[in-house]
């Protein structure tokens, strides 16, 4: 198995272990400020944007703003548990050809453009969005006093930790 797939589906068992350990309650509460979100609409969002990936068409395009964004998704953990295994099914059992070239749809604040990109830069780019999404799910997990047996979740462990300040 490719390297990107193996380290995708690592970081994507985090979402599993996180999917069986909180509550409904927890998993959408929305009282961490500042921002307000919640640990299922950052799930909901990781997944969508896979899901995006996943749903290539026929001409080789990826359209990242076509995210489903079902808030039932985001509010109980075994329709987010449903929605990753149905990810992690076909991130397993598709044969990819990473230097493909293509077409990625986004909006990076100006409206809709395309950019050419690899298979693996856009699949990688989901993982580092992943990892990037943990550590904001980390930061409203501390806020709801709710403690992470993962000692490197929401952020890569191969980077090195920072020293707390004291």
Do not use: W
């Not at 493909?100 to 693996?120: F, H, P, Q, R």
């Not at 856009?122 to 550590?135: C, D, E, F, G, R």
Request: some cysteine; aromatic content about 10%; charged content about 25%.
């Amino acid at each position: 198995m490719n390297i990107i797939i193996q380290s995708t589906l690592k970081t994507l068992e985090k979402s599993k272990f996180l999917l069986e350990t909180l509550s409904d309650n927890e998993f959408c509460d929305c009282s961490v400020p500042p921002y307000y979100s919640s640990i299922g609409s950052h799930i909901r969002h990781i997944l969508d944007f896979y899901d995006c990936v996943l749903s290539m068409d026929f001409e080789k395009r990826i359209d990242l703003t076509a995210r489903d964004r079902n808030k039932d998704v985001e509010r109980y953990c075994i329709l987010a548990a449903e929605y990753l295994n149905k990810i992690i099914n076909q991130l397993t059992n598709v044969d990819y050809n990473f230097d493909e070239i293509v077409t990625v749809i986004d909006d990076l604040g100006t409206g809709k453009i395309e950019m050419s990109y690899t298979l693996a830069a856009v699949l990688s780019q989901a993982n580092s969005h992943t990892i990037h999404h943990y550590a904001i799910i980390n930061y409203i997990l501390d806020g709801l006093e709710i403690s992470m047996a993962d000692s490197d979740f929401g952020y890569n462990p191969t980077t090195p930790k920072r020293a707390k300040l004291n």
